[in-house]
């Protein structure tokens, strides 16, 4: 069973369900199967019952916006968590076993007391990843939910905390497996959909994308994810001949393990409120993000840049200024705007984080209606508008959103000495570039020149 790939037509019209397959011995991963599959044999003594794939990814354009309710343009990548699973009707444990056992400590629990524990440092244990889809099944189906223990070994080789989506692939997997145990129909949209929100268990305020992505990709294509009145995607060709390159600068960034994430995701809402008073809507606190507000307001790209640059300043605002300006105590700010890792911020850069998401949106769109171009009509200047796209949003991360690191910085620059347009890929501060190379020999140039 794979969560990417082509999907079977469901019943329900719209719907496209998780394909289960027989397994391929010609397939890619088969190796991989059959070693994990006598791992899980190895622990618990019996064969698995089935296997659950899903892919990491990397997002080619539309960073830090899915939170805001604006489309991304994602695609899967190779590595993937592999799951063998078994029903267990003996029991109600979750037994956690990772093939990589030595990094990976091995995990029982009562499914009936799952509980997700976040530490005061550092990042959450992996298998927390693992009960929030455990979780988000469980109250998706409420009194439906059946007795029955869930047996699991895991294999992966998503890199982690790389931004390309180690920790969605390992959620949306266990949301997909725990469904299949409880003969769940398997939904695309809808698993989606509880992964995001289960995932969220884990303090992080994400938006969507990772989770879409895990159960929407299509093999040949990226997509084009709107989240937007409902999730939806949009297969989109990328140009012949071209070539992504994904580099890691293997500084690890858990996003998990600190506030830099939710501190944006805060600075998004209160300046999406700010916008929404100044524009004297008269249900202007109903208001967190900023495609909701655009939306009403019937803003185009460029009249909202306009509004941001016109309503808020470049300096830093003080937790007095915030209060004031939208009436609200302290006390609100922190129910009402703060998470629970931000507690602690006193100041707010309003004006730079809008600009980003504004401007980043419309690059997403500009990038897709490129890409359908160069399927009609190949042209070298489209080719090199994808990529200024890239570049402009690297810089406008770097510069506006604060979320690159000096080794980014580095790979950044070693692509543009060869003429290859990089950004960061994924939520930043670490991680991994994607590369546009205009054909396969200057991708294998390219390579050689980051290897060396
Ligand atoms: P990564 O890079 O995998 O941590 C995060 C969010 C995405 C998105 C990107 C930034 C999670 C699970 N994912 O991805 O939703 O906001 O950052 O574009 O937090």
Same mark, same amino acid.
């Given at each position: 069973m794979a969560a990417s790939g082509n999907g079977t037509a469901g019943n329900v019209p719209g719907e496209e369900h998780v394909a289960v397959q027989h397994l391929q #011995? &010609?397939? !890619?991963i088969y190796d991989r199967l059959v070693s994990l599959g006598a791992f899980y044999k190895q622990q618990y003594g019996t064969e698995p019952e089935f296997y659950v794939r899903v892919p990491g990814r990397v997002n080619l354009i539309g960073e830090h916006v899915d939170y805001c309710g604006y489309s991304v343009l994602p695609m899967a990548v190779e590595q993937s968590i592999i799951l063998a699973i078994g029903a267990n009707p003996e029991q109600t444990q979750l037994q956690l076993r990772h093939l990589d056992g030595k990094k990976f400590q091995t995990f029982d629990c009562d499914l009936n007391a799952l509980e997700i524990k976040l530490p005061k440092v550092g990042g959450p244990a992996w298998y927390n990843y693992f009960i929030c889809g455990v979780k988000g099944i469980q109250e998706e189906l409420g009194a439906k939910w059946r007795e029955t223990g869930i047996r699991v070994a895991l294999s992966g080789n998503? #890199?982690?905390?790389?931004?390309?989506?180690s920790s969605s692939a390992l959620v949306s997997a266990a949301v997909l497996a725990t469904a299949h145990v409880q003969s769940m129909s398997l939904d695309r949209k809808l698993l989606a959909s509880i992964s995001a929100s289960c995932e969220q268990y884990i303090g992080t305020h994400s938006g969507g994308m990772d989770q879409a992505i895990a159960y929407l990709a299509k093999k040949g294509y990226a997509q084009h994810i709107e989240f937007h009145p409902k999730l939806n995607a949009t297969p989109v060709m990328l140009p012949a001949g071209c070539c992504f390159v994904v580099a890691n600068s293997?500084?690890? !960034?858990? !996003?998990?393990?600190?506030s830099d994430y939710n501190e944006r995701v805060v600075e998004c809402r209160l300046a999406t409120r700010w916008l929404a008073k100044s524009q004297k809507l #008269?249900?202007? &606190?109903?208001?967190?993000?900023f495609k909701d507000l655009e939306e009403e307001c019937q803003l185009d790209n460029a009249a909202y840049e306009q509004l941001v640059l016109q309503q808020l300043k470049q300096s830093l605002y003080t937790r007095d200024d915030i209060c004031e300006a939208l009436g609200i105590t302290e006390q609100q700010l922190e129910t009402d705007f703060l998470t629970p890792s931000t507690q602690h911020m006193q100041q707010f850069k309003l004006r730079q984080r809008a600009l980003h998401v504004i401007q980043e949106s419309g690059r997403v769109l500009k990038f897709r209606q490129i890409c359908e171009q160069l399927q009609r009509r190949p042209s070298k200047e489209d080719v090199k508008q994808l990529g200024k796209l890239m570049q402009q949003s690297h810089h406008s991360l770097r510069e506006?959103?604060?979320?690159?690191h000096p080794d980014l910085e580095r790979l950044v620059a070693l692509s543009t000495k060869q003429g290859v347009s990089a950004r960061v890929t994924?939520?930043?501060?670490?991680g991994c570039i994607v590369a546009m190379c205009e054909s396969m020999e200057a991708a294998e140039e390219y390579v050689k020149v980051l290897e060396a």
């Open positions: #011995p &010609q397939s !890619k998503v #890199p982690l905390a790389a931004g390309l989506s293997c500084v690890h !960034k858990n !996003k998990a393990a600190s #008269p249900n202007w &606190q109903d208001f967190m993000r506006l959103y604060e979320c690159s994924g939520a930043g501060w670490g």
